[in-house]
T-cell receptor, first 108, second 114 residues
Framework: QQPVQSPQAVILREGEDAVINCSSS?????VHWYRQKHGEAPVFLMI?????EQKGHDKISASFNEKKQQSSLYLTASQLSYSGTYFC?????????FGTGTRLQVFP | DGGITQSPKYLFRKEGQNVTLSCEQN?????MYWYRQDPGQGLRLIYY???????QKGDIAEGYSVSREKKESFPLTVTSAQKNPTAFYLC?????????????FGDGTRLSIL
């Protein structure tokens, strides 16, 4: 029941956009997004609580479609600092189940 | 500053030895979690605790043990029964029994076998 993320990896040039998807086989009531830089701990980006909700964090935003049981993370005008692995997380009785991860690399 | 402190940062284990990883938080969070991360892989839940003196097994609890005697502390013991302990271990916490709360992580402990 681990959420599946796509794509598995993305390579970008600075300034390009990317979309990361997170799909669940179970009903979703909220979705978390985290970013983990190489060798570091994951850092919280945002939570989406309602169906259809969109939130933003700098030039990173996300949408949540509870009917489709999926969420998408949008990275606009990517910066070098966006490089890392992105994980979505879904709630499952008091604990988070993290997705399979998407590795994002941004080059100058 | 509030946060989660994991120690040590690096740990080496000999064959047949138990080792304990420390996790302390001063965020006044009720829920605490332990994850294991293998190179290039995702986060797998080992154990979690929603309240003092209570904890539940996660997906990969075999070979590990925990205790939650204080709200601030959630140590993880990697026992000799865990035959492949080499990994990056992350402790996390979140408040109000956790539901729909952001999860905060410590800086992690890297465990290797000698």
């Amino acid at each position: 029941q681990q959420p599946v993320q796509s794509p598995q990896a993305v390579i970008l040039r600075e300034g390009e956009d990317a979309v990361i998807n997170c799909s669940s086989s179970k009903a979703l009531y909220s979705v978390h997004w985290y970013r983990q830089k190489h060798g570091e701990a994951p850092v919280f980006l945002m939570i989406l609580l309602k169906g259809g909700e969109q939130k933003g964090h700098d030039k990173i935003s996300a949408s949540f479609n509870e009917k489709k049981q999926q969420s998408s993370l949008y990275l606009t005008a990517s910066q070098l600092s966006y490089s890392g692995t992105y994980f979505c997380g879904t709630e499952n009785t008091d604990k988070l189940i993290f997705g399979t991860g998407t590795r994002l690399q941004v080059f100058p | 500053d509030g946060g989660i402190t994991q120690s040590p940062k690096y740990l080496f284990r000999k064959e047949g030895q138990n080792v304990t990883l420390s996790c302390e938080q001063n965020l006044n969070h009720d829920a605490m979690y332990w994850y294991r991360q293998d190179p290039g892989q995702g986060l797998r839940l080992i154990y979690y605790s929603q309240i003092v003196n209570d904890f539940q097994k996660g997906d990969i609890a075999e070979g590990y043990s925990v205790s939650r005697e204080k709200k601030e502390s959630f140590p993880l013991t990697v026992t000799s029964a865990q035959k492949n302990p080499t990994a990056f271990y992350l402790c996390a916490s979140r408040g109000s029994r956790g539901i729909n709360q952001p999860q905060h992580f410590g800086d992690g402990t890297r465990l290797s076998i000698l």
